[in-house]
């Protein structure tokens, strides 16, 4: 027998610099539904990379700006992907996270820029609770049906009555959070598909957010 003592350094990940195609997303998100009581992180979907300052904001989200060093700038940490030929997801960490949610509810949907969207199943969101008290629940599988079926393919008028609030604009910033950060990176390349531009996905999830109460 060996006994090995170390210390592993957390690693940091971003998406990869594709978008999968829908057929695959599909198939990911039929997996992830059937055991979403217990997701994993799913490492493989991603690339370890140091971990980069980047400012960034919800009108700013489609650059991911400079990385230039400002006291007057808000500096977060951050994963995006880096082609140009797709919207960036940026991938935050709780910190951003918080930051995002303490806007979010003190200045609201309208004055913060954001829409936070927990794909989630309704029962794990009752199980442990929102994220925030204005956080939208639209559970993954409802995002990624086909064609006009799709949340984030329906008109404004349907997309309401189904699920209770109004559709996101392509001007607003999206942000997705789930379980374990893996459902809402797929939320995230869904919305990315339809359009949207603006996008966040927080990647330690619910299991993170209620573990360490603010």
């Known amino acids: 027998f060996y006994i090995i003592i170390g210390t592993i350094a957390p690693l940091k990940y971003h998406p990869s610099t ?17 055991r979403s009581s217990s997701v994993v992180t799913g490492t493989a979907a991603f690339t370890a990379v140091p971990a980069t300052r980047l400012s960034a904001g919800p009108n700013q989200a489609t650059s991911i700006m400079s990385q230039s060093e400002s006291r007057s700038t808000r500096r977060y ?15 935050v960490q709780m910190d951003v996270f918080s930051d995002i949610i303490d806007e979010y509810e003190s200045l609201g949907r309208e004055g913060s820029g954001y829409v936070v969207i927990d794909v989630r199943g309704e029962d794990e969101v009752a199980f442990t609770g929102k994220v925030s008290p204005n956080a939208h ?21 349907e997309f309401e009555e189904t699920f209770g609030f109004a559709k996101p ?8 959070t789930c379980k374990a950060g893996v459902r809402s990176y797929y939320g995230a390349q869904y919305a990315a598909l339809a359009g949207y531009s603006k996008l966040f996905d927080y990647i330690g ?3 993170e957010w209620f573990r360490f109460p603010r």
């Open 18 to 34: 594709m978008l999968f195609s829908r057929s695959a997303l599909l198939a990911t998100t039929a997996a992830l539904a059937a």
């Open 77 to 91: 940490n951050m994963y995006s992907s880096s082609s140009s030929e797709v919207p960036p997801i940026n991938r």
């Open 137 to 157: 629940t639209l559970p993954l599988p409802l995002i990624a049906k086909e064609g006009e079926d799709g949340a984030f393919n329906m008109d404004e008028e």
């Open 169 to 176: 604009s392509m001007d607003e910033a999206l942000v997705f």
């Open 205 to 207: 999830g619910a299991d």
